[in-house]
């Protein structure tokens, strides 16, 4: 089936600093893949649509300066916390549509990475 | 607009016993929906979709749905639970034309021994 990676699993940071997580396609192309937060014990909340060769697409209340999407392949999409706080811990998911899957394009299924659990002390 | 309501935070089912997780769904469009299972600490997994094909969606583990309209409704079920389907459960809409998910609030299903 489709694997969708991401690197690193877990980040632990200073304040301040930027981390990047990566968000791969294995096995399947995607134009189209999602980032997306999670809180503890809550439900994911999408940050914003990142598109291959082209600007992401932020979700209102997302800082697209402080949340960097880079796309640059079909395969890889990438996702910079800026100048990381405290507040910015979080559980990042990424998902990826698979543009060979059936349905339109609300019913292609996506699949999710393993997450990225991120600590800023 | 769409949105998804799940309708119980935590079920609690003893092992053998069926399994319902209750989901209701509101959209302007004919939806495509989704459950996603995800275990501690873990990525989501798809366990089924509907996409407008037969009400009666079956997926992996022995999970089944059953897309009823007239209800707005798309309840996950299980005939018999098993120790490992402990985990949180989401239900995922998505509208025609629409690409991004939105999620429910999740269901923490819980199989006591």
């Known amino acids: 089936g489709a694997v969708v990676s991401q690197h690193p699993s877990w980040v632990i940071c200073k304040s301040g600093t930027s981390v990047k997580i990566e968000c791969r396609s294995l096995?399947?192309?995607?134009?189209?893949m999602f980032w997306y937060r999670q809180f503890p014990k809550q439900s994911l909340m999408l940050m914003a649509t990142s598109n291959e060769g082209s600007k992401a697409t932020y979700e209102q209340g997302v800082e697209k300066d402080k949340f960097l999407i880079n796309h640059a392949s079909l395969t890889l999409s990438t996702l910079t916390v800026t100048s990381a706080h405290p507040e910015d811990s979080s559980f990042y998911i990424c998902?990826?549509?698979?543009?060979?899957?059936?349905?339109?394009?609300?019913?292609?299924?996506?699949?999710f990475g393993p997450g990225t659990r991120l600590l800023v002390l | 607009a769409q949105s998804v309501t799940q309708l119980d935070s935590h079920v609690s089912v003893s092992e053998g016993t069926p399994v319902l997780l209750r989901c209701n769904y509101s959209?302007?469009?004919?939806?495509?929906l989704f459950w996603y299972v995800q275990h501690p600490n873990k990525g989501l997994q798809l366990l089924l979709k509907y996409t407008s094909a037969a009400t009666l969606v079956k997926g992996i583990n022995g999970f089944e749905a059953e897309f009823k309209k007239s209800e707005t409704s798309f309840h996950l079920t299980k005939p018999s639970a098993h120790m490992s389907d402990a985990a949180e459960y989401f239900c995922?809409?998505?509208?025609?034309?629409?690409?991004?998910?939105?999620f429910g609030s999740g269901t923490r299903l819980q199989v006591q021994p």
């Open positions: 959209s302007s469009y004919s939806p495509s």
């Open positions: 998902s990826a549509r698979d543009a060979g899957t059936s349905g339109g394009a609300g019913g292609k299924t996506q699949y």
């Open positions: 096995d399947f192309q995607a134009t189209t």
């Open positions: 995922v809409v998505s509208g025609a034309g629409r690409r991004a998910l939105t």
